[in-house]
């Protein structure tokens, strides 16, 4: 059975930082896409970033507009893991986010920002930006 439990989520200042891991279990995702949604209160899940396999051991990232220059995707293919380092975090992106993969390893860059791309989710992790 795919698990993907994200962790590093808190309570951080404007202007702060985060740095938010996933660790998937049950089967390999380093040849798959990886990413990160966060789902705000009262709004509908919004694409972060993906990072994807783009052969050898080269990978292609993806970001949201929002969080382009601020947040940094990346993954450790030997530990199945996916990570996304946060700075100059502002209040807007206070959100529950998500860790999710996709069992699609030809995933083409224009779904790339779709839910519906992605088979695996996480449970969440809470990041609140408030002073």
């Known amino acids: 059975q795919v698990q993907l439990v994200e962790s590093g989520g808190g309570l951080v200042q404007p202007g702060g930082s985060l740095r938010l891991s996933c660790a998937a279990s049950?089967?390999?995702?380093?040849?798959?896409?990886m990413g990160w949604f966060r789902q705000a209160p009262g709004k509908e899940r919004e694409y972060v970033a993906t990072?994807?396999?783009?052969?050898?051991?080269?990978?292609?990232?993806y970001y949201a507009g929002s969080v382009q220059g601020r947040f940094t995707i990346s993954r450790d293919s030997a530990k199945n893991t996916v990570s996304l380092q946060m700075i100059s975090l502002l209040p807007e992106d206070t959100a529950v986010y998500y860790c999710?993969?996709?069992?699609?390893?030809?995933?083409?860059?224009?779904?790339?920002?779709?839910?519906?791309?992605?088979?695996?989710w996480g449970q969440g992790t809470q990041v609140t930006v408030s002073s």
């Open positions: 999710a993969a996709s069992s699609t390893r030809g995933l083409i860059a224009s779904t790339i920002t779709r839910r519906q791309s992605y088979d695996y």
């Open positions: 049950g089967r390999a995702f380093s040849n798959y896409p």
């Open positions: 990072t994807r396999w783009i052969g050898g051991s080269a990978y292609q990232k």
